[in-house]
């Protein structure tokens, strides 16, 4: 374990937010796991994994705890369990080279382990609730490890208990159930374009994330070069009165039907059509590759990245009577 104090968390948020905390602590291992209690006051711990799924608008008081990013996975008794602060996409990568199945559309989100069940992450058709089996957590107030199984963590479109409730859980391993005769999933059209494209018909569970990894490579502006955290906002669901209204006076409509019906909208459509793609706004904007990401332009609070937001959602209300749901978690 390793302690810093006034800790510089630049470098550990994808927005690239300037904050601070007054205390970042490293657990390097599961041996260190329990040493942290002496560190948990009142107001608990934050646990940080890649940070790509935050949005910082002020400095950290609690001490934040950070899982160390080195990668450990292995496959016991048909599950593959793995450390959760082993990077996502090398998890994906890892298991896809040895033949098991279930994460391939999944390659390429940034972020941990530890930091994908929380909005039970998704993509191209698939979702982490397809494939978990338990998460294992370290609860800080007693002391005491414990599994919850796949229905325990409420998986949803997403969201989760770990996004739901305010729990005093650090994600320590999840095991997931990879298998080589899991099923091929290219639901999703544009990657199964991308497959024939390279002339691949019958693909691997590694030429499916190599694909995905291309798509989203065209697809997506790269934090690294551009800070920012994916989608900002869910797509959201309206029901089918709603819907036959909007598809009325808009024909190009980028919706898809659910069950009960239900529409999902598509939240980029949205905010295209009210003319947020490339829209700045000081030090930050919408990405004018992909509406739905919103970028730090270079030195933007998260203070600015909230204010622009919240005036993004104020437009789609106004136009479609359609109120959009910011995706990752706000410190405020
Ligand atoms: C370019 C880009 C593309 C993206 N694309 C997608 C996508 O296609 N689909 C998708 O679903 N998401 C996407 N995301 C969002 C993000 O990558 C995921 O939500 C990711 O799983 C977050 O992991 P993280 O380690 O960065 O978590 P963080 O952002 O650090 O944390 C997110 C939440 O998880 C909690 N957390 C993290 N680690 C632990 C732990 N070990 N124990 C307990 N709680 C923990 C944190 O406290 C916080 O509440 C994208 C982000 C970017 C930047």
């Not at 036959?244 to 898809?256: C, E, F, G, P, T």
Request: proline share 4%.
């Amino acid at each position: 374990m390793k302690v810093k104090e006034n800790f510089n968390l630049k470098q550990h948020n994808t927005l690239a937010i300037n904050c601070h905390c007054d205390e970042f602590i490293l657990l390097e291992n599961m041996h260190d796991i329990e040493k942290v209690l002496p560190h948990v006051g009142k107001q608990g711990l934050f646990v940080l994994g890649s940070g790509s799924n935050l949005v910082l608008t002020k400095n950290i008081e609690k001490p934040v705890v950070h899982l160390a990013n080195r990668f450990h996975a292995r496959v016991v008794d048909g599950l593959t369990i793995a450390w959760a602060g082993s990077n996502w996409d090398d998890l994906v990568m890892w298991s896809v080279k040895k033949g098991l199945g279930g994460l391939e559309n999944l390659a390429a989100i940034p972020g941990t382990v530890g930091g994908a069940p929380e909005q039970n992450i998704g993509a191209y058709g698939a979702e982490i609730k397809d494939t978990v089996v338990w998460v294992e957590v370290f609860n800080y107030r007693t002391g005491v490890f414990q599994r919850l199984s796949n229905s325990e963590c409420r998986f949803m479109y997403r969201t989760s208990i770990f996004k739901e409730s305010d729990n005093p859980w650090i994600i320590t391993r999840i095991a997931f159930e990879l298998t080589p005769h899991a099923k091929i999933n290219l639901a999703y059209d544009g990657l199964k374009l991308e497959l024939e494209k390279n002339d691949i018909l019958d693909p691997t569970y590694l030429d499916v994330a190599e694909a995905v990894t291309k798509i989203r490579q065209k697809k997506l502006p790269d934090y690294k070069e551009l800070p920012n955290v994916g989608s900002f906002y869910n797509n959201p669901i309206i029901d089918e009165k709603h819907h036959k209204r909007l598809a009325r006076k808009y024909q190009d409509i980028v919706s898809y039907p659910l069950e009960n019906n239900h529409f999902r909208i598509s939240a980029a459509w949205l905010l295209e059509t009210c003319g947020f793609k490339g829209h700045r706004m000081h030090e930050c904007g919408f990405s004018d590759k992909h509406a739905l990401v919103l970028v730090n332009y270079g030195n933007a609070t998260g203070k600015e990245v909230i204010s622009l937001s919240k005036e993004a959602i104020r437009a789609v209300n106004q136009k479609f009577k359609i109120k959009l749901k910011v995706e990752p978690q706000i410190i405020a």
